[in-house]
């Protein structure tokens, strides 16, 4: 018995080179950039891995739950690590990160999140990466909520290490991930005797036995569903145009803030400031009295099928994340959320 997927002839170097180059393009990088077989999580710990050691000295920006591990993992690698947190109702500032450095002028490395779809912001990572750049540090982003919502363009804005996935605004699978990698940041990872070496983590492994190999042999099975995935994802983003991608991404966030305020029910942006707000999806803070968490299984109950969920850990008592991201970025997605939980909260100010 044969079966389409399961019967295909085996993906060649060619091929995947092929999706590489693609995936290239829509960053708009000249930079290397390599697929890695695996959840973004593999290629954000790898990178990290592998360009940081007890000689790093780091400012980890966190503006929501990513960026804590990213501190977690940098310390792990015996790096300094010195955090700077804002509010996760905001985003960092260009002038705070400027602060940062010239206080710590030892600084090689700066780690951020460009949006946090957990918690709904978005950093201006275009003006940080002009200060990230006069001072000389390593600039490592982590792009996989905000790749296809907004712009994500790692050349111009300096960026050394940008990691995507597709399972978001992308709208494709979760299995891939892929990773911008500039010649900096090779340099730094041929340098650190601790960067993980025949290791699944390894880009190092990438760059020597593939790259540097003309992209003729690869390392190992490539995950073949997941990379022909990846391949129509991108091919059907170009074919919509990514300008248009995008707008569908900041149209969505619009409406739901407009709409969430337009309910009457206490709901109110988790984000403050519109320009602060991630277009991947929009955090919403419930009126007093009202548990996130309680909210949006009310409104589940009603369409399962609703893109909706409680913030997480403490956030799951006062957030509401509306993810409009990918097939959902449209106003009738945004329409049933609202309206679905417009009737929750109905129903939970009846008295009991």
């Known amino acids: 018995m044969t079966h389409p997927f399961l019967d295909l002839a085996p993906m060649g170097a060619a091929q995947f080179a092929a999706i590489e180059d693609r995936v290239?393009?829509?960053?708009?990088?000249?930079?290397?950039?390599?697929?890695?077989?695996?959840?973004?999580?593999?290629?954000?710990?790898?990178?990290i891995r592998g360009t940081a050691g007890p000689g790093t000295t780091a400012l980890n920006v966190i503006t929501g739950p990513y960026g804590q591990t990213f501190g977690d993992w940098l310390r792990d690698c015996g790096a300094t690590v010195i955090d700077l947190a804002v509010p996760f109702h905001t985003a960092v500032t260009a002038a705070q990160i400027r602060a940062a450095l010239a206080e710590h002028p030892e600084?090689?490395?700066?780690?951020?999140?460009?949006?946090?779809?957990?918690?709904?912001?978005?950093?201006?990572?275009?003006?940080?990466?002009?200060?990230?750049?006069?001072?000389?540090?390593?600039?490592?982003l982590d792009a996989v909520a905000s790749i296809g919502a907004e712009p994500v363009l790692p050349d111009a804005w300096g960026?050394?290490?940008?990691?995507?996935?597709?399972?978001?605004?992308?709208?494709?699978?979760?299995?891939?991930?892929?990773?911008?990698?500039?010649?900096?940041?090779?340099?730094?990872?041929?340098?650190?005797?601790?960067?993980?070496?025949?290791?699944?983590?390894?880009?190092?492994?990438w760059k020597t036995r593939w790259l540097d190999g003309g992209r003729r042999a690869l390392l190992h099975a490539p995950a073949q569903l997941e990379m022909l995935a990846l391949d129509a994802c991108v091919a059907r983003i170009e074919a919509e145009g990514l300008d248009t991608v995008m707008a569908r991404h900041a149209s969505a966030a619009a409406a739901t803030r407009e709409g969430a305020a337009a309910l009457d029910g206490g709901l109110e942006p988790y984000v403050h400031e519109a320009h602060?707000?991630?277009?991947?999806?929009?955090?919403?803070?419930?009126?007093?009295?009202?548990?996130?968490?309680?909210?949006?299984?009310?409104?589940?109950?009603?369409?399962?099928?609703?893109?909706?969920?409680?913030?997480?850990?403490?956030?799951?008592?006062?957030?509401?994340?509306?993810?409009?991201?990918?097939?959902?970025?449209?106003?009738?997605?945004?329409?049933?959320?609202?309206?679905?939980?417009?009737?929750?909260?109905?129903?939970?100010?009846?008295?009991?």
């Not at 730094?188 to 983590?201: D, G, Q, T, V």
Request: charged fraction near 20%; charge should be negative.
């Open 24 to 47: 290239a393009r829509l960053l708009d990088t000249r930079q290397d950039v390599v697929i890695m077989q695996g959840e973004a999580l593999l290629p954000l710990e790898g990178a």
């Open 107 to 140: 600084i090689d490395f700066v780690s951020l999140v460009h949006a946090e779809a957990a918690t709904g912001n978005t950093n201006p990572v275009a003006e940080i990466g002009e200060v990230v750049r006069e001072h000389g540090a390593l600039f490592y």
């Open 159 to 205: 960026v050394d290490l940008c990691v995507i996935g597709a399972q978001k605004a992308m709208g494709g699978p979760a299995g891939v991930s892929a990773v911008s990698v500039s010649e900096r940041a090779w340099t730094r990872m041929a340098a650190n005797p601790r960067a993980p070496r025949r290791s699944y983590l390894s880009l190092l492994d």
């Open 276 to 352: 602060e707000a991630a277009p991947v999806a929009t955090t919403l803070r419930t009126p007093a009295g009202v548990t996130a968490s309680e909210l949006v299984a009310r409104a589940l109950a009603t369409d399962p099928s609703l893109p909706l969920a409680a913030g997480g850990g403490a956030l799951a008592k006062e957030m509401v994340r509306v993810n409009h991201y990918g097939a959902d970025a449209t106003p009738e997605t945004v329409r049933r959320c609202l309206a679905a939980l417009g009737s929750a909260l109905t129903e939970l100010s009846r008295p009991r």
